[in-house]
């Protein structure tokens, strides 16, 4: 279980160096954008002008809109997206060229990523408190993001965990773990928006 915060994001140019992102986790931890091939990784990335998004062949993505009006991907191999409202996750290959065009002014982008090959990812995006957050701890990678408003969750081993805004909660597989558990949150205030972001093998028999 590990605590992180905006202290611990590691900053670096996109692949293409055609903008910049803050590393939230990546595994194996020794990956590099262009040197050690990753696993997942997790990222937010500021777009400040139009431009071309790096490409990961054999990846899938997801993003999500957590600042700024707003932006328009437009795809070599399918159809143009727009992306107006926040917290909306919108998933599409990494083997796709995508231009962005903002609608207004820059933004900020939440990203996750998997090998196809091996993992696959989900988006859940919470906005009702309380509320409770399944899981498999013997396979599956939990990754608890407040966007905004803070959290508290119980159900860890150490009892009760604030997540302030900005900051994330993320809980490894574990071998010796309980075959499924239950993570209770609760927002701090009324307008807490939190992303669940659940990583997991192929093999995985997912339930609900």
Same mark, same amino acid.
């Given at each position: 279980? #590990? ?8 900053? *670096?140019?996109? #692949? ?10 990546? !595994?194996?931890? &020794? ?7 990753? $696993? ?5 990335? &500021? %777009? @400040?002008?139009?431009? @071309? =998004? !790096? ?11 957590? @600042?700024?009006?707003?932006?328009? +991907?437009? =795809? ?15 998933? =599409?290959?990494? &083997? ?13 982008? =939440?990203? %996750? ?30 990754? /608890? ?5 803070? %959290? ?16 994330? +909660?993320? +809980? ?5 773990? $309980? $075959? !499924?558990?239950? +993570?209770? *949150?609760?927002? *701090?205030?009324? &307008?807490?928006? /939190? ?9 995985? /028999?997912?339930?609900?």
């Amino acid at each position: 279980m #590990k605590l992180l915060g905006p202290a611990d994001y590691k900053s *670096m140019l996109w #692949k293409n160096g055609r903008g910049t992102t803050r590393e939230v986790a990546v !595994s194996p931890a &020794d990956s590099a954008l262009n040197g050690k091939p990753f $696993a997942w990784r997790v990222s937010i990335a &500021d %777009v @400040e002008s139009d431009c @071309e =998004f !790096s490409t990961f062949p054999g990846y899938d993505r997801s993003l999500i809109l957590t @600042e700024g009006a707003g932006m328009e +991907l437009v =795809f070599d191999a399918a159809p143009a997206v727009e992306i107006r409202d926040r917290y909306t996750p919108v998933r =599409f290959s990494g &083997d796709w060229h995508a231009r962005c065009r903002l609608l207004n002014a820059g933004v900020r982008d =939440f990203n %996750v990523m998997t090998v196809r090959a091996q993992l696959s990812h989900t988006c859940e995006v919470v906005r009702r408190h309380p509320y409770a957050i399944a899981w498999q701890p013997r396979s599956e990678t939990l990754m /608890v993001y407040c966007c905004k408003g803070g %959290v508290t969750l119980n159900g860890l081993d150490g009892g009760q965990l604030g997540v302030e805004a900005e900051h994330a +909660l993320l +809980l490894q597989p574990h071998a010796g773990a $309980a $075959a !499924s558990a239950s +993570l209770q *949150m609760s927002g *701090m205030s009324g &307008d807490a928006v /939190v992303l669940a972001i659940r990583i997991f093998p192929l093999t995985q /028999v997912r339930h609900g």
